[in-house]
């Protein structure tokens, strides 16, 4: 099945053009402060879910909510102060992307409510929460995690597709990678699969061209991009290093298939938003977010795009891709 673009615009201009009582009664609405890891044009579609479920709510933006957007274009250092600016608004809940984004958000403000969209393995070892029945604090949200089973999976998928290769390359940054699980799941979930596997580290948007070269030195023959902010926000070259290198590669979400690459098992994290609609108009109606239950996501789609499997000379079964839920052509 193939899904039609969308591209939906973030902040439009009605609101440079609305009269004085207007700009008055928007003062008094309700605020909701979004901070998202990625960047604006990236993020579109995980707003326009957001504001779609507010406003099978009831709540539609500029007419009885408002909301802050504030984005930090894969720079983690940047998380801290805007999470500061969208705190010093006084907003009702914060909408807070990424592991790092949210433990971030906790370092900053214990009293505002925040909901987060996490990968993380165990959020009560990172004192995220007390439990996933009371998360307690100010903070719930949805986890997403990259535990054995599903790096297995990521793993079995991309075997599948393309049998003939024995060395796995894996970029990950750490800090992700141990909050989701992936650090520790996937050399053993690889060499099950008699995979040999190599460990790029990244820290920094700057190292990823380094770690494609050092791929390259040593023969890599497939690659494994784990989930991460930066790897988002540098999704194009990261494509384009790709398929320089001829290398089949599987991502975490979507949005890497839909640019150019070649496969990703993943959440949706559209859905993810959406769903986040639900918990904000609790909190604005008085909810405590420490009452509302962290919720694991368990559905997983695979998207793969037939053309740049065709450029890469990969023969993929008609089987394969009826599994697919989304095949781009």
Same mark, same amino acid.
């Given at each position: 099945?193939?899904? %039609? %673009? ?8 009605? /609101? ?7 700009r @008055? ?10 901070m998202?890891?990625q960047?604006?044009?990236?993020a579109? *579609?995980?707003?326009?879910? &957001?504001?779609s ?16 957007? %504030? ?5 983690? $250092?940047?998380?801290p102060?805007?999470?500061?600016d ?12 990424s592991?790092g984004a949210i433990?971030a958000?906790?370092t900053?403000?214990?009293t ?6 996490? /990968?993380?393995?165990?959020p009560?070892?990172? +004192? ?10 100010n ?9 054995a089973g ?13 049998p003939? &290769?024995s060395r796995?390359? !894996?970029?990950? !940054?750490?800090?992700? /990678?141990?909050a989701? +699980?992936?650090?520790? @799941?996937?050399?053993?979930a690889?060499?099950?699969? +008699? ?12 190292? !990823?061209?380094?770690? &494609?070269?050092?791929a390259?030195? $040593? ?6 991009v784990a989930?991460?902010? #930066?790897? #988002?926000?540098? *999704? ?15 991502? &975490?979400?979507r ?14 994290l @559209? ?7 639900m918990? @904000?108009?609790?909190?604005l ?6 009452e509302?239950?962290?919720q694991?996501? $368990? ?11 065709k /450029?890469? +000379?990969?023969t993929?079964?008609e ?10 052509e």
């Open positions: 099945m193939i899904r %039609r %673009r969308e591209f939906i615009t973030l902040l439009g201009g009605a /609101a440079a053009a609305w009269p004085l009582a207007a @008055a009664q928007q003062s008094a609405m309700p605020v909701i402060g979004v998202s890891p960047s604006a044009v990236t579109v *579609r995980n707003i326009a879910a &957001f504001r479920g507010l406003r099978e709510l009831g709540y539609t933006e500029g007419r009885n909510v408002r909301i802050e957007y %504030r984005f930090a274009e894969g720079v983690a $250092d940047r998380f102060a805007l999470i500061t969208l705190v010093n608004l006084k907003p009702a809940v914060i909408l807070v992307g592991i433990l958000a906790r900053v403000t214990q505002t409510p925040l909901i987060m969209f996490a /990968a993380a393995d165990n009560v070892a990172l +004192g995220l929460a007390e439990s996933f029945a009371r998360p307690g604090a903070v719930t949200g949805f986890l997403s995690a990259s535990d599903i790096v297995g999976k990521r793993l079995e998928l991309l075997r599948e597709a393309v003939a &290769f796995l390359g !894996v970029l990950l !940054v750490p800090d992700d /990678a141990v989701d +699980g992936t650090l520790s @799941a996937l050399p053993p690889a060499r099950r699969l +008699g995979l040999d596997p190599r460990i790029y580290e990244v820290r920094s948007a700057g190292e !990823v061209e380094a770690k &494609f070269e050092a390259r030195r $040593d023969g890599v023959q497939a690659l494994y989930q991460s902010p #930066i790897f #988002i926000a540098r *999704r194009a070259e990261i494509i384009a290093m790709a398929a320089s290198m001829r290398l089949p590669t599987i991502y &975490f979400f949005e890497f298939v839909q640019a150019g690459g070649l496969m990703s098992y993943s959440t949706d @559209a859905d993810m938003y959406r769903r986040a609609a918990y @904000a108009v609790k909190i109606n008085g909810a405590n977010p420490g509302l239950p962290l694991s996501l $368990d559905k997983y789609e695979l998207a793969f795009n037939l053309k740049t499997a /450029a890469l +000379g990969l993929i079964s089987a394969f891709l009826l599994r697919a839920d989304e095949v781009i």
